[in-house]
């Protein structure tokens, strides 16, 4: 199904004259409001395409009606996303949950639709159909080299189809690790995990990245072999200039920083990008920002500051993607409320007066620092991220149009009620 510009355009004209007046109460306020608005429209965040189906846990799945039933399909899906919001203008591939057989006519249906593909990500954490080796105990770590190898030519291949759609990065999220103590030799975990990755890397096309996501646990319950920034850290500076860290905001223990992991990262040129997800108790998969907004604004606060301090382009010098499970919600509108949620972040990030917070830390004025941040946290920029999307030929608000105009309705009578995507 495609989304028809003019009927976005109708629906905007019902609450055209009541934004207007919320965009120039908001605006009024903002300095450098041309500069803002610029940013804003220019953000992107890319859509997962395992997160167009319903979710689930390992006790069960219910599966909503209308799911797409192959990749053509979730890049339709996406092709809705980015005509309602103007802000997912990319998909990211998980191999081998969602080949491209026919790389050429899903580039032209992604091209036709205004996306391009976002990095693809490898799948050794589970095992296939009529694959060789098991994965049961690891993948790159394996203590036994054949299985590593086996997982080596499965990145290769990876890459493969990225270059076929014209995708510039390979992500590598392992979940390898262990169960019980004395399982692992850890020190033999990370040097076999390294020497996989050196030989992932020797393969990767000149202008490739390679990102290396880290996990503290799940599947495996007391040692996972890239188990945090740290160890992904050591392994991508191993690896050289194309290797870097994925930050998932689920993979993190409770009370983590997380922003002054990625201000870190930042500094050292090492921060690949993101995987935004909200959580409550560990990798939880939830909407971003629907637990705690606020320490989503305080990373966004630390990557406008640090990418500023290092002359990078905020839309384009990272990843920015989802990774998010939709167990109870219909996907597309959870993924509309998703960029939502992290435009509004961004927004109020450029809202802070930097100059004023670096004034109120060196004379150490604790309380006019927090005052500095709250005023942006608790400035509501929605209209300004309404306007970016109304500007860019979007809707004023993406889930009230995707509900008006019966989507999901449309695609059940299009694809039935029995469809399963594939993924998780
Ligand atoms: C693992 O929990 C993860 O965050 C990795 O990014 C995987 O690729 C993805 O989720 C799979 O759902
Ligand atoms: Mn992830």
């Keep these: 199904m495609q989304i028809e510009k003019y009927k976005v355009d109708e629906l905007n004209q019902q609450s055209l004259n009541k934004h207007k007046n919320q965009f120039e109460f908001v605006a009024a306020d903002v300095a450098q409001l041309d500069d803002v608005m610029k940013k804003l429209m220019a953000f992107n965040v890319a859509i997962p395409s395992w997160a167009l189906g319903t979710g689930g846990t390992r006790f069960g799945r219910f599966s909503g009606a209308g799911e797409p039933g192959s990749l053509e399909e979730k890049i339709e899906d996406v092709g809705v996303i980015h005509a309602l919001n103007k802000s997912s203008n990319s998909i990211s591939l998980h191999i081998p949950w969602d080949i491209p057989e026919n790389a050429a006519s899903i580039k032209a249906l992604a091209a036709q639709l205004g996306l391009h593909f976002d990095a693809v990500n490898s799948n050794t954490f589970q095992d296939q159909k009529d694959q060789k080796l098991s994965y049961k105990f690891g993948s790159l770590h394996h203590v036994d080299k054949a299985v590593r190898k086996q997982a080596v030519e499965h990145n290769i291949e990876v890459i493969k189809y990225g270059q076929q759609l014209d ?137 406008v500051e640090g990418m500023d301090a290092r002359g990078m382009n905020h839309a384009t010098s990272i990843g920015w993607m989802i990774d998010a499970s939709h167990n109870v919600k219909d996907p597309i509108e959870d993924l509309l409320q998703s960029v939502q949620a992290i435009k509004i972040a961004y927004a109020q990030a450029l809202l802070v007066d930097k100059a004023a917070l670096q004034a109120a830390q060196q004379h150490n004025d604790v309380v006019l620092a927090q005052e500095i941040l709250q005023q942006a946290y608790r400035t509501d920029v929605r209209p300004l991220v309404a306007e970016a999307g109304f500007r860019n030929g979007g809707a004023l608000s993406p889930v009230d149009a995707y509900r008006k105009l019966q989507v999901r309705d449309n695609l059940i009578k299009e694809r039935g009620t029995n469809t399963v995507a594939t993924g998780l």
């Design 167 to 303: 995708s510039k990065a390979l992500s590598v999220w392992l979940s390898d690790g262990s169960n019980f103590p004395g399982q692992l030799n850890f020190r033999t975990a990370f040097q076999n995990t390294l020497e996989s990755l050196q030989e992932i890397y020797a393969a990767l096309p000149d202008d490739w990245k390679v990102w290396v996501e880290y996990k503290p646990y799940e599947p495996n319950f007391y040692s996972t072999t890239i188990g945090d920034w740290g160890q992904s850290y050591l392994l991508a500076s191993k690896l050289g200039s194309k290797a870097s860290t994925l930050v998932d905001l689920g993979h993190h223990l409770q009370g983590a920083n997380i922003e002054q992991i990625v201000s870190l990262l930042l500094m050292e040129g090492k921060l690949a990008g993101f995987h935004f997800n909200d959580s409550k108790y560990g990798d939880d998969d939830l909407t971003v920002g629907s637990i705690n907004p606020y320490q989503l604004f305080l990373i966004f606060n630390e990557l």
